[in-house]
């Protein structure tokens, strides 16, 4: 069998790649992308803890419940990200500045 | 059957990495979402390996069936706009990134040092872990308010991205809007 701590590694490469792309990139589709693949990479930890005590199934629950509220995250982001594109014709993070007197 | 265990996991492991990769170097937003659709095709496969047989169908349900298809939508949407490229004053951004990436190293060293005692292999688990039937009884009963809860973030979350997204009618559009219209 596959040692748990193969997938901590792949888990943490995975956070790491998509926390350099949160921060280095511009565009806010990919920014939220980015943002799915924290998600994915910690429900991946969550899964490989609970294979490791599989007394029960509480981080699988635990995941479980991190990809319903990705999921309705990624339906709100999307639509602030319209909404922000209609009001400025950029998709650029840094060229929303709405709020700044 | 071992050899076909650590291949599978070499190979899901491989599709999830060169998929963020290309999710985050993509210059052009549809192929960060084909490299976000690879990416979960290899979390799948890694779930399938830790056992967890509902987690990997949900998964590709939720996301290669609804997330993915969502932002392909938008960035049709957006159109050529979505792909303006140049991330310029992004300075700041790349040394954080770099910091971020030798914190990485350095955390990964010290635990890697710190660990000793070689690998922890994985438990050989009860038949039934995993099991669509065990887990969704220990969800309706361990999980049953926060699965309520889900239910009414949901609501939340629908009504809120309709709002969002519908802008204004028309009788109540500010200047900016007006402005971006034109």
């Given amino acids: 069998m596959i040692p748990v701590e193969y997938y901590l590694l792949v888990a943490g490469v995975v956070f790491l790649i998509g926390s350099i792309g949160f921060l280095v990139r511009r565009n806010l589709l990919i920014q939220l992308m ?4 924290l998600l994915n990479a910690v429900n991946l930890t969550l899964v490989a803890f609970n294979r ?4 029960d199934h509480n981080g699988q ?6 990809i319903a509220v990705a999921a309705a995250e990624a339906a709100v982001g999307l639509a602030i990200g319209l909404a922000i594109y209609r009001l400025s014709r950029s998709v650029r993070s840094d060229e929303a500045d709405l709020l700044r007197n | 059957m071992n050899v076909f265990s650590v ?3 070499a190979l899901a492991a491989l599709a999830t990495i060169v998929g963020a990769l290309s999710t985050v170097l993509a210059v052009n937003p549809i192929r960060s979402a ?3 659709l690879l990416s979960i095709g290899g979390i799948t496969g890694l779930f399938l390996g830790l056992d967890a047989h509902f987690l990997a169908a949900i998964e590709l349900i939720v996301y290669a069936g609804a997330v993915v298809i969502l932002f392909v939508f938008v960035i049709m949407l957006i159109g050529p706009d979505a792909t303006r490229p140049a991330d310029s004053k992004a300075a700041f951004s790349r040394t954080a990134g770099a910091i971020l990436l030798g914190l990485f190293g350095l ?3 010290i635990l890697l040092m710190r660990a000793g005692g070689g690998l922890h292999a994985l438990p050989p688990p009860r038949p039934e872990y995993g099991t669509i039937d065990t887990f969704g ?6 999980g049953l308010v926060p699965f309520e809860l889900a239910t009414a973030l949901f609501i939340v979350a629908v009504v809120g991205a309709i709002a969002v997204a519908r802008g204004r009618h028309k ?6 809007a007006k402005e971006g219209e034109s």
């Fill in chain 1, 34 to 37: 980015s943002v799915e693949l």
């Fill in chain 2, 171 to 176: 009788g109540e559009e500010t200047p900016q």
């Fill in chain 2, 137 to 142: 009884h220990e969800l309706y009963t361990k």
């Fill in chain 2, 107 to 109: 955390v990964t060293g």
């Fill in chain 1, 61 to 66: 629950i635990f995941a479980f419940f991190v």
């Fill in chain 2, 7 to 9: 291949a599978f996991f």
């Fill in chain 1, 52 to 55: 490791a005590r599989p007394d």
């Fill in chain 2, 34 to 36: 084909m490299g976000l």
